[in-house]
């Protein structure tokens, strides 16, 4: 059993930046963030594969967030900036065995979440 614990959530205002970071209790193929605003469907946001060679985001935060991993630390990472208010919502990290993991389905591990709230 993988536990996953997130850090790094807040409130931020528009165009500013904060720093989530996931930690492991193992080593896992691929590490994903997903986020869930109020009354919305979990969607993915961003994955990485154990080797940092394949990363995948979501269109709308192609620019702005950057995910990255530490496997020494069994840590990832996701560096949000140029924050809008639709990017509020609570941020969970997973963990999965597959390479190309971009839905909730896929994943077989997920941390409690943390809140990101970007206010006007």
């Known amino acids: 059993q993988v536990q996953l614990v997130e850090s790094g959530g807040g409130m931020v205002q528009v165009g500013g930046s904060l720093r989530l970071s996931c930690a492991a209790s193992?080593?896992?193929?691929?590490m994903g963030w997903f986020r869930q605003a109020p009354g919305k469907e979990r969607k993915f946001v961003a994955a990485?594969?154990?080797?940092?060679?394949?990363?995948y985001y979501v269109d709308s935060v192609k620019g702005r967030f950057t995910i990255s991993r530490d496997n020494a630390k069994n840590t990832v990472y996701l560096q949000m900036n140029s924050l809008k208010p639709e990017d509020t919502a609570v941020y969970y990290c997973?963990?999965?065995?597959?390479?190309?993991?971009?839905?909730?389905?896929?994943?077989?591990?997920w941390g409690q979440g943390t809140q990101v709230t970007v206010s006007s």
């Open positions: 990485i594969t154990w080797s940092s060679n394949n990363i």
């Open positions: 193992e080593v896992t193929y691929t």
């Open positions: 997973a963990a999965a065995n597959l390479m190309q993991a971009t839905r909730p389905d896929e994943y077989d591990y």
